[in-house]
């Protein structure tokens, strides 16, 4: 079954808008939490991650919310631009099974001129 | 720096065959995963290697076997193809030890007719 379940499928957004993707996990022993981004004939790069002892990230436009005790995190894009069109997927692992990453179903965004 | 090559870039095979995927690490990176992206879904982990033996492995039969050489690059086979086979293969790799950051290449498409 899948362990990280990712919402929305895909998202519209206008440039310069916000974009957000929600994740949500049930395994409690899952403590890394990763965003890749890829582009369409790319392999996932490493966007920005989070561990549970922290409740937010923020890396230049993008931010991580995470929420122990609801078992999700989310992925904002502040200031969305054309270039951030993607797939955009979230993922999690344990330190004791480091490099076994379980992936979200992905989330097709497009951002709009 | 090179980061994560894999060879080849597309290939398309006959239901029954064999088929060997390879990869060659980041500079510096000893631990290899191999992961499986169906269209349209996000990658599943197939399995790791350190040090030349497979330290971990996710669902998948054992159809599925791989190699690690002593130069960390790593081969990823699998026989009796499926027409399910097909999908991007990516390699990924990362120095060991929980926390350090996972690089993918931009994988291998695989067809099977």
């Known amino acids: 079954q899948q362990q990280v379940k990712q919402s929305p499928q895909s998202l519209i957004v206008q440039k310069g808008g916000i974009s957000i993707i929600n994740c949500a996990y049930e395994?409690?022993?899952?403590?890394?939490f990763p965003w890749y981004q890829q582009f369409p004939g790319k392999g996932p790069a490493l966007l920005i991650a989070?561990?549970?002892?922290?409740s937010e990230k923020k890396e230049g436009r993008f931010t991580i919310s995470f929420n122990k005790s609801a078992k999700q995190f989310s992925l904002h894009i502040m200031d969305s631009q054309p270039g951030d069109s993607a797939t955009y997927f979230c993922a999690a692992s344990t330190t004791d099974s480091w490099g076994k990453l379980q992936f979200g179903a992905g989330t097709q965004v497009v951002v709009t001129p | 720096d090179a980061g994560v090559t894999q060879s080849p870039t597309h290939l398309i095979k006959t239901r029954g065959q064999q088929v060997t995927l390879r990869c060659s690490p980041k500079?510096?990176?000893?631990?290899v995963s191999w992961y499986q992206q169906a269209l349209g879904q996000g990658p599943q982990f197939i399995f790791q290697?350190?040090?030349?033996?497979?330290?971990q492995r996710g669902n998948f039969p054992d159809r599925f076997s791989g190699h690690q050489f002593p130069n960390y690059s790593s081969e990823l086979n699998v026989n009796a193809l499926l027409l399910g086979d097909s999908a991007l293969y990516l390699c990924?790799?990362?120095?060991?030890?929980?926390?350090?950051?996972?690089?993918f290449g931009e994988g291998s498409w695989l067809t099977v007719v």
């Open positions: 989070i561990r549970p002892d922290v």
């Open positions: 500079s510096g990176h000893d631990t």
């Open positions: 395994n409690t022993a899952f403590d890394y």
């Open positions: 990924a790799s990362s120095t060991t030890g929980a926390g350090n950051t996972i690089y």
């Open positions: 290697y350190y040090e030349e033996e497979e330290r």
